[in-house]
Every structure is written in structure tokens, then in C-alpha cells.
């Protein structure tokens, strides 16, 4: 290929110019074109395409949620992911959830500033999240909540968070995550559970005599699970953290002791963090490959951009553009052995 300057340069076979042309055109035209600009937007436009293939596979889509997205107001674009099967598995941080349940418990967030006098914030029991306010006494309503829901199970047996997380959201509203995944029966893991006011929740209630056990390990045998006994899975990670190891892993272990299908077939991160730093949230899907967790051929797009941005961009688009999805995956968790196979939609 001659880089020379004034010769076309021609990529995957044919010849695409940058420019894309002012007109009328809803979301997902914009978001599909804008696949031909360079830079982010580019890479945002390829983004889409690359999960609209998904939706047409027999895939078990996998979301990794990191970051503070539900309180910075993203809740019911996942809720919208989930109850119309546009993932089918979400890995998130307790944060997120926790947030989420306080939506459902008509605890509101609310836009405030990051200019603010904090220690003014502190007096009048307001928490701030970048420039979004909450009032801690009104979390700490939903801390009671947890330990409240805690104190109902039995203390006997061990539990996985999907197993607390599906319990939790029922009668939850389906705009909330936690609601739509109960309605939806798509399976919720919170790999670092204690991290996040659920810990704070579960703690309360073992002060008060009530303990039960959250295996985490479990945990991570139910999620590779439904990786081996997929027929392909694709990944997408909105930031990175423990949500997005968590997933990845799952093809380390099926590697050495499992079903191994040679790394997820499918790869999309929406991401702030840059690869030179060397953490993973940041690592590229390249990188991946070495490990064997994201295949060698596999169609792989991070977008380098705020996640507030572009993730209401690409949700809107899928949801604008009507596409319809071959089948999903269906769980069978009433035995000890995972059964899973895929319904048409």
C-alpha cells in the first residue's frame, strides 16, 4: 500500500471518504455514518455496526458496567439494554446497582455542580458525585433497605449475588436495572459486592446477629459456565475495572479447565482510559488476544471517549434503527448444572 502523499489509500477493499454530509437524519443514521469519520466518531459509527452483527448470531452478549454511569443518569439506558434482550449478561460494580436500587426506592440524583463549597455539602448531609448531589439520609434509607432484605434469607445456605441480585429486583420497577434484569432473567454477577454500600447494607444486619455468605466463587463457576455453553459470546465493556476482568477471565478458566471456544468472538469498550498506563481498564482488545481471551479474528472497537456521551448516542441509535434480534440466550439455574439454549426472538 503506497502512503504516498496525492494516491488514494484504499482500507478492507474499498475507498471511503472522511466527510459526511450535513442533512436531516435521525440517531441511528447519524451514529451508523459517522462510522466513516476518523477519530472517535469513527470508531463510535463502527461500534454500532459491530453490535447490530451481534444481534444477528446466535451470541450470548455479555455488559460490564464500571464507573458511576447510573448516577451520572444512564440507568435506563441499561434497563432498556436488558429488558430487550440487547445484552444478556451484566457483570457491574456495586455502586452502580446500589444507585440503581435507590432510583427504584424513589431515591432521586439530582445535577448539581463540581463547584461547590464541600464541606457546606457535608453539614447538610448532601454527598456529591462529581457534580451530581444525593442526600445521605436518604441513602442510608436504602442501606436499611439492604440490611432489611438481608435479614429474609437464610443464613443455612450460600449465595451468589446473581442469586441476591434476582431476589432484590423483584417488584423493583423495569426502568431501574435490578427490575428489568428480574423481568428480563438476565443474570447479574457483582464480583466485588462488599465494595459498595451493599457491603455497608450486609454489615448492618450481621451487627444485628443475621450473616450469610455470598460466595464469590460461585460467582465466578456460574459466569464461565455460560461462556462454555455458548455458542459465541461477545463482550462490551462500558469502562473497564473489575467488571471487565471479570468477564475476560472467564476465558482463562475455560482454557484450563473447561470448554474453551478461543476468546470471545465479539469486543466493544467505551472507555475513558488510555493502554500506555498499563491498567486493564485502558488495555487493548490486541493486548486480550495475547491472553486468549478476545479470539484472533474476533470484531473488536474501543471508543477512547466519556461513556455519558457516547453510550446514550449508541443505545438510542440501536433502539432508533428498530433492529431485530435472531435469538437469545435462555437460563435453566433450577438444577446444580446450568442449562442454556437459544430462543428466536
Known amino acids: 500500500m503506497d502512503h504516498g502523499h496525492g494516491h488514494n489509500f484504499i482500507c478492507n ?28 466518531g469513527g470508531q463510535l459509527g463502527t461500534s454500532l455496526q459491530v453490535w447490530e452483527r451481534m444481534l444477528d448470531e446466535d451470541v450470548t452478549i455479555f455488559l460490564g458496567l464500571a464507573g458511576a454511569m447510573v448516577p451520572a443518569g444512564l440507568g435506563e439506558f441499561i434497563a432498556y439494554l436488558l429488558r430487550e434482550r440487547k445484552v444478556d449478561c451484566l457483570v457491574s460494580t456495586g455502586a452502580n446497582l446500589f444507585h440503581d436500587l435507590c432510583e427504584g426506592l424513589g431515591i432521586v440524583h439530582y445535577r448539581g455542580s463540581a463547584c461547590v463549597d464541600d464541606i457546606s455539602l457535608n453539614e447538610q448531609k448532601i454527598d456529591r458525585i462529581y457534580d ?63 465494595d459498595s454500600s451493599w ?41 473497564g475495572g473489575v467488571p471487565k476482568n471479570f468477564i475476560q477471565q472467564t476465558e482463562v478458566i475455560a482454557e484450563l479447565i473447561g470448554e474453551y471456544s478461543g476468546g470471545h468472538s465479539y469486543a466493544l469498550q467505551y472507555t475513558t482510559d488510555a ?12 493486548e486480550a488476544v495475547s491472553w486468549g481471551k478476545v479470539a484472533r479474528e474476533a470484531s473488536k472497537v474501543q471508543v477512547f471517549s466519556d461513556a455519558t456521551i457516547t453510550v446514550p448516542l449508541v443505545v438510542q441509535a440501536l433502539k432508533a434503527s428498530g433492529k431485530k434480534r435472531k435469538s437469545h440466550p435462555v437460563y435453566d439455574w433450577s438444577d446444580a448444572e446450568l442449562k442454556l439454549r437459544y430462543v428466536q426472538t
Open 132 to 194: 451530581v448531589f444525593v442526600s445521605e439520609i436518604e441513602l442510608h434509607k436504602a442501606d436499611t433497605h439492604i440490611s432489611n432484605f438481608v435479614k429474609g434469607l437464610n443464613e443455612s445456605r450460600r449465595y451468589s449475588s446473581r442469586e441476591l441480585m434476582y431476589r432484590v429486583g423483584e417488584g423493583l420497577p423495569d426502568t431501574t436495572i435490578l427490575g428489568a434484569a428480574h423481568e428480563s432473567g438476565v443474570p447479574i454477577f457483582v464480583p466485588a459486592i462488599a
Open 275 to 286: 493502554p500506555h498506563w498499563g491498567g486493564l481498564s485502558g488495555c487493548t482488545f490486541e
Open 199 to 239: 457491603g455497608i447494607g450486609m454489615v448492618m444486619a450481621y451487627r444485628e446477629g443475621h450473616s450469610i455468605m455470598v460466595d464469590q466463587i460461585k460467582d465466578v463457576h456460574e459466569i464461565t459456565r455460560i461462556v462454555e455453553k455458548s455458542k459465541k459470546t461477545g463482550v462490551i465493556y462500558i469502562g
Open 13 to 40: 477493499g474499498e475507498r471511503t471518504r472522511t466527510t459526511i454530509p450535513m442533512k436531516d437524519r435521525g440517531v441511528a443514521d447519524l451514529v451508523r455514518d459517522m462510522g466513516r469519520m476518523g477519530f472517535q
